[in-house]
Each structure stands twice: as structure tokens, then as C-alpha cells.
């Protein structure tokens, strides 16, 4: 398997670049981790971005399957999945926005108000399973950067890499607002960063909707 992997280093080292540029630009993924750091604290934020990062594994399994190209090349698929994305989005956008002024007061304490484990995960796999975006990119990357030729085995490994880094690199994000002089300045401006983000959700929202339409 490694010796195998060694022949593909170039192509791995470009899917990893590719990745990090991807993972790190502002989006529903970044969004919801940021949100629920400031919301509900490290545990619930580290616990959405494994979600996020198991989600990963879903596009590149119908990647590899050759599904993604059925919703690809299907219109009423990419759109049915782009409106329902689109929803969930705006839904999680519009609470945000509705948070009260003093939700956060306590925060700067140490305490969060409580999302379950299960909500949280659910919400970070969703946010990045329904995320069209995410499907595009997935489908760009098995079709131009992959190779053909690149053994089934090989294109797992690069699955598993990119559902790991992925969620690890949301979980360190989590850890870093954990921290607490940045605790202490989200109390004080939490739900500013939580309309902030709400704007950013559900503006995302839009655009999903809108480029659908032209």
C-alpha cells in the first residue's frame, strides 16, 4: 500500500493543497463550527466538525461510485439537492440572527448553553452533505486532479485523508475559540458573531437559490 502510495505523492501532495485552500475559506462548514463555538462551546464545536468530517466520507464515496455524476448531469437532482440545502441554511441562518443580546453574558464565565451530541453532529454532517458546493468540488477533484489510472485503493486513502483533515482542521478552530481571553471577548460580543453569521448563512442560502436560477 505505501509503496504503492509513493508513486502518487505529486497527485497527493496537490489534492492536500487543494484541500487546505478549500477547507479554509470562509463557508457553511466554517459558519456552523464558528457559530456553535461561540454558542455552545469546544465540546459541541469539536463534536460538529467530526460530523463535518464524516460527511466528507459520503461525497467521496458516491465520487467513487460514479452516482455524483448522476446528480451532476441531472438537473432536477442538483437542483432539488441546492433548494434543500438552500433551506436548512437559511433556517440555521434566521435563528441565528434571532439571538438575544444577552445569550452570551454567561459565556465569559466558562458556561455555554447545551446543544446534545447528537444534534451537534447531525448538524455539521448535514451542513456538509447537503452542501452542493461541496459535491462540486469532489466531483471536480475525482475528475481532473485523480488520475483514472489511480487504484480504487489509493482514491480510498485519499478519502480518508481528506474526511480526517477536515475534521481536524474545524476541531482546532473549536480548541483556538476555546482559549479564554477569546472566551472572555465573545461574552462580551457573542451575538454579534452570531448575527454575523446568521448573515453569512443565510447570504449563502441565497446564492445557492440564485446561481441555481441562472
Known amino acids: 500500500m505505501f509503496e504503492t502510495l509513493q508513486q502518487y505523492q505529486l497527485e497527493f501532495y496537490t489534492i492536500a493543497l487543494i484541500h487546505l485552500l478549500a477547507v479554509a475559506s470562509p463557508g457553511p462548514d466554517f459558519a456552523i463550527v464558528l457559530r456553535h463555538s461561540i454558542r455552545f462551546g469546544r465540546r459541541t464545536a469539536v463534536i460538529t466538525s467530526i460530523g463535518i468530517g464524516l460527511a466528507i466520507l459520503l461525497h467521496v464515496s458516491y465520487s467513487l461510485l460514479g452516482i455524483g455524476l448522476l446528480i451532476k448531469t441531472t438537473p432536477w437532482i442538483f437542483k ?108 462580551r460580543n457573542g451575538h454579534w458573531f452570531d448575527r454575523a453569521m446568521g448573515i453569512l448563512l443565510i447570504g449563502l442560502a441565497i446564492q445557492l437559490i440564485v446561481s441555481d436560477l441562472f
Open 80 to 187: 432539488t439537492l441546492s433548494y434543500v440545502a438552500a433551506t436548512y441554511l437559511g433556517w440555521i441562518g434566521i435563528a441565528a440572527i434571532r439571538s438575544s443580546t444577552g445569550a452570551y453574558s454567561e459565556q465569559s464565565n466558562g458556561e455555554h448553553r447545551h446543544l446534545s451530541d447528537k444534534k451537534a453532529f447531525i448538524r455539521g454532517f448535514l451542513t456538509n452533505g447537503l452542501n452542493p458546493k461541496a459535491t462540486l468540488f469532489f466531483l471536480s477533484l475525482f475528475a481532473v486532479v485523480i488520475s483514472a489510472q489511480t487504484p480504487t485503493n489509493i482514491k480510498i486513502f485519499y478519502g480518508v485523508y481528506l474526511a480526517i483533515a477536515t475534521g481536524l482542521w474545524f476541531s482546532l478552530l473549536s480548541c483556538l475559540l476555546s482559549y479564554s481571553k477569546i472566551r472572555q471577548f465573545i461574552g
